[in-house]
């Protein structure tokens, strides 16, 4: 199916899952209201993004890398990544932000080209409330 209309469900347990042998590409917004609670990428060939998307719950890493380009991939402030520090084929290919607070850790699952380099932030501090940490 190469196009239609969406409706990402709610409830803690609904997901998303890109399943496939062949590329696949996320496209649209899918941020505030139409934020995805769980997505899942289980493709050796990798999913690419054509549109912001906000993940509020866990991005899980089966099998297969995302590649972000141009595009803002965004993990919520509860959001967790399996694997947590992700793998040469399983890794986010480009920029990846979390939405942290003072005294949070979080290792980023970054890679490009089957190769990975993790980012870890540890008990960043320095500003109150929420902010925005991005690596690439």
Same mark, same amino acid.
């Given at each position: 199916? !190469?196009?239609? +209309?969406?409706?990402?469900? !709610?409830? $803690? ?7 496939? +042998?062949?590329?696949?590409?996320? $496209? #649209?917004?899918?941020?505030?209201? +139409? ?34 380009? *141009?595009?803002?991939? !965004?993990?919520?402030? &509860? ?5 947590? *520090?992700?793998? &040469? $084929?399983?890794?986010? +290919? #480009? ?6 607070? $003072?005294?949070?850790?979080? !290792? ?10 993790? @980012?870890?932030? @540890? ?14």
């Amino acid at each position: 199916r !190469t196009g239609g +209309n969406f409706d990402a469900a !709610t409830g $803690s347990a609904a997901s998303v899952v890109f399943s496939s +042998n062949l590329t696949q590409t996320i $496209s #649209g917004d899918f941020t505030g209201s +139409n934020k995805l609670n769980i997505l899942e990428v289980d493709n050796v060939n990798g999913v690419s993004l054509s549109g912001n998307v906000f993940i509020d719950s866990e991005l899980k890493l089966t099998s297969g890398a995302i590649t972000t380009g *141009s595009d803002t991939l !965004t993990l919520g402030l &509860s959001a967790t990544v399996s694997p947590s *520090s992700g793998t &040469s $084929s399983q890794n986010v +290919n #480009g920029e990846l932000t979390k939405v942290l607070t $003072s005294s949070s850790d979080f !290792t980023y699952p970054i890679g490009d080209n089957g190769h990975l380099g993790t @980012i870890e932030l @540890i008990d960043v501090a320095g500003f109150a409330g929420s902010g925005n940490w991005a690596a690439e």
